[in-house]
């Protein structure tokens, strides 16, 4: 006997119903449940219509009806189905919808009520406002909102060297304080901007070098430079007002960077789906460590995102993280794909068949997934020496030797002579270690004649049928959430004393910068696609009105990520007396001098 619910209700079912459910394995295909349309009668049946209301009628408007979406329950022993009815089409008798379950309901979450795919970067209905009217972090939850108040439960005004110096003292991040786990906020260098975003500029009170890295009380301030003056010192207890934004502002990009699992789970709650740790298997390992390298002054996740489709999106996670992301009704699960191959199997025995079973079995398929396929990464920007590119490969000579060391251990000097395998090696050589797999080539010693045997292209990509002497073959997959390049900006930390100029009743910028220090590095921009210059913290915690207005998509065509992990630290020394550190996180571990 089959059974139909649809939002809580029974439906009533004609009783020459036949309904044709087809399941195709998100494996393999981007499908998962669905049905053929189903009709159900509205004339004379009460039953359907508390359901659907009397849409048949011709005074009775359609259109939002038939763009609603119900949840449904499918019982026809041994199969019991849960997900998403739509309306298809309405007549004078009845309605007919399509049911849709698994993989295919998240595919129709992720389009609008004509059918369109909607757009990850123009999902701006995370957005929401905390019992004081404050914006919460539009999309990060209310992580440094929270944080303030907790400390200053009673404060009317927030006071912006008490924002800042919880921010540079760890305060803010989501091992600063229990509970919060959805952003960080880490140095990152825009090669576009020429600018880092997050940058530790401290700036004390006194003399230069007189208090720096001793606590004589002085405050922790950042301030608007005007030429080599600054602004006047505020008096102690000056603050920025919440909505006249007085006094004191600052010009340091502040780009808050969501772990990507948080964007993923966000996504699917704005989607109408929900997900608990229990269900999500990234939860629990190292890869829930991995955070958007985002260096946008904008606390909104659709601004950090590229122009990519909602199903694009999944995609991407998917091939990323080595998962599959299907619902169960209104309960969405990530699980690990090596895992749901096996998952879930039961046999039913069917001794009374109505139907035949028919199977279509696809030989030969042009294999997309990550598993075994030719996978590599689409980067934004890399450097040549990290990823080979396609026509500099298809100019060199490829090789395996089965004893590299011998070779580096042989000393090549300024000369590649014409000798056997092991000593015949020349510059347009590609060498393949036979037991580790990396590729080697030789490079000149700056501003030497001698050369030396370095690893080459180590994010060329994963080639498992590829022959060690073979040319790089096209990639079945290229992955588009990529490593984040790293850099070593001109200038590390920025300590500022401020001197008082009695001639001028000003005071003067004294700068120390520490030794740089290598930091995250992406091509893109700092300015949020609202537009707009460098941000400050106050305007992050209450930003103006026209930071709310949709923008235009981007071109950016990748998401960067970084590895953080609690107590990432890189220490950075100063001619100031002491060294100091600034939180790091890990992303293509290549450097670049930034001038």
Known sequence: MTNLYIDGRQAVLPTDTQIKVTTENPLFTDAGTYTLEVALPLEGC????????????????????????????????PLHIEGTARVSSVDNEGVKIQLLAGRSALNDAGKNADGEDLYIDELHNIITKDERGFPAIGGLGSVFEKAYREKKPNADFVFYYDVRAMWLHGELTHRGRDGDAETVVIPIYSTADKVTANERAVVYWGRRGKYIGVDKGAKVYEMTNDGRRIAPFPAEGSYVDANQQEHMQSDTAFAP????????????????????????????????????????????????????TVKEFIREVQNFFGVLITTEGRRARIVRKRNAYGDGAKTHLITQPLDEYTATVEENAEHKDTAGANVAYKFAEVDKRMQLPEDMEQKLQCTIEPDLQAVKNAGRGNDFSPGGNLYGFKEEYIITNA?????HAYFRIHATEQWQLEVIDPMGGRFPNRKSNAKRPKPDVELRIVPVQTAVPAKGIRYVALVWNEKSRRYDERADFSDPT????????????????????HDVLYPKSSDNAQSEPKARDVIEVAYYEEGMQQPVHSEAEHPDYIPAACGNPFYVEQE
Do not use: Y
């Open 46 to 77: 009460a039953d359907n219509q508390r359901i659907f209301g009397p849409i048949h009628r011709a005074d009775v408007l359609k259109t939002e009806l038939t763009a609603k979406r119900w949840p449904f329950v499918l019982v026809a022993p």
């Open 257 to 308: 960077q969501p772990f990507l699992v948080v964007v993923v789970e966000r996504l699917l709650k704005a989607l109408g789906f929900d997900i608990s740790p229990e269900d999500n298997a990234i939860r629990g390992t190292w890869q829930e460590r991995i955070i958007v390298a985002n260096c946008r002054k904008t606390v909104h996740i659709a601004h950090m995102l590229p122009h990519w």
């Open 435 to 439: 037991k580790t797999g990396f590729r």
């Open 518 to 537: 290598a930091i995250m590095a992406t091509a893109d921009t700092v300015r949020d696609p609202d537009g707009g210059g460098l941000l400050s913290v």
